[in-house]
């Protein structure tokens, strides 16, 4: 287990947020809600069948005792659930018919569960995909006040804790947005800072934007769209230092920095990576967790009104473990 997974689990200890864990039946999923209600780390909801999940436990010698059940499809709350989705969805044409249906899913029921102050945050995404899990929270859940763009990002916990002053970087968006604006590349940079602070540790961000060009290396629309992000960021002045736009290699070699980007404040040494779309980031972060042997933590989603955070499907227990705590440490 990493240092920064050992911080997070020390931090979301006995506050007991009431974290929902949607893909209830499915066995890693059993596993970590019974480290986690054994650790203390936070109050899981587990939604499925009981029976099946009670005897999925049984057979493998779980204890899950202080883990709530609740099936969505018998639950006394369905129809109030059933309601309020329909009254946040009917202008957008969903009917009640179609409300009543969807209330069930155990992916909906556990936002509408989260937005009716039943829960505190959800975890999903072992045997669902991304979309399919960030859909009801942009629908239900929706972002915080004043926040446009949702994203997400992946806390990158290195092997050598003495790298980038932590040992922990951040890299976004890597999960949510396929093909971002600039505007909601702006968006995103300030969102990963936020997270580098409030979720990494990170004290003081530096934000890199980056490109196949650094400053003006190479003359593409592609360029153009980087630039525009950075020119947005110093118009909103953000309390944390940035820079754009970086090849990636000017971002973090602080010898090829000199070279390329000599007055940059952030060139060098950036702890916070900022990709220009899905394509480059969900392809980046996995280069580095495969050949380098760096833990990604997330996809950690940002933005969102309460925490809500997608696992991969190739997760394992200690990964879900990982984001519960985090999730937990969101709702704190
Ligand atoms: N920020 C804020 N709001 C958003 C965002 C966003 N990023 N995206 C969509 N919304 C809003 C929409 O405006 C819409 O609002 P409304 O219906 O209230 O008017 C609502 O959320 C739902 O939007 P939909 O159109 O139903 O959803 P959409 O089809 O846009 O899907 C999604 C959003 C699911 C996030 C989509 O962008 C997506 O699939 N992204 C890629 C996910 C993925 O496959 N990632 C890679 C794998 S992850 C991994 O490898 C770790």
Redo the contacts with the bound molecule.
Sequence with gaps: MSKFIDSAIIAAKSRYKRIVLAEGEELRIIEAAAIVSKEGIADIILLGDSTKILSKATDAKLDISRVKIINPAESTKLEDYANLLYQL?KD?GLSADQAQKLATNPLYFGCLMIKSKDADGMVA?SIN???????PA??II??KKG??????C?IMALPDESLFDTGVMIFGD?????D?TSE?LADIAIASADSAKTIAGIECPKVALLSFSTKGSAKHPLVDKVNNAVAILKDLKPSFEFDGELQLDAAIVPEVAKLKAPNSCVAGHANVLIFPD?QSG?IG??LVQRFAGVEAI??ICQ?LAAPIN?L?RGCSVYDVVSVVAITALQAI
Excluded: E
């Design positions: 969805r957008k995404g995909a991304t979309g399919d899990v960030l859909r942009l629908q929706k972002g926040i446009k763009t949702v994203s997400s992946f890597c999960a949510v947005l396929p971002p909601q899905l969900n972060y996995k997330g996809p933005g997608d991969s």
